[in-house]
Nanobody, 114 residues
């Protein structure tokens, strides 16, 4: 069974930084896309950033220039979040996208507040 485990969330002041980590386990093809999504209370889940097996990245307009996605290999992905704003407060979910399947982590809470 494929599983994703996130870590690194927490409480941070506006302008601060956090680094989220995601580790995937199980058996799946190495050619895949991993990414981060987030969901704030009362809102729909939205894309934050994705990265392909070849290293191509995409970002939501709201985080461009502040967040950086990276991956060490096919099973580990990171999200460096700088210049955090209160509107970044949400549960952040790691995602693994295969040809016909999507897998999700349990989520990690990020709260940006004074």
């Amino acid at each position: 069974q494929v599983q994703l485990v996130e870590s690194g969330g927490g409480l941070v002041q506006p302008g601060g930084s956090l680094r989220l980590s995601c580790a995937a386990s199980g058996s799946f093809v190495n050619s895949n896309i991993m990414g981060w999504y987030r969901q704030a209370p009362g809102k729909q889940r939205e894309l934050v950033a994705t990265i392909t097996a070849g290293g191509t990245t995409n970002y939501a307009d709201s985080v461009k220039g502040r967040f950086t996605i990276s991956r060490a290999n096919a099973k580990n992905v990171y999200l460096q979040m700088n210049s955090l704003k209160p509107e970044d407060t949400a549960v952040y979910y790691c995602n693994l996208r295969l040809t016909f399947s999507n897998y999700w982590g349990q989520g990690t809470q990020v709260t940006v507040s004074s």
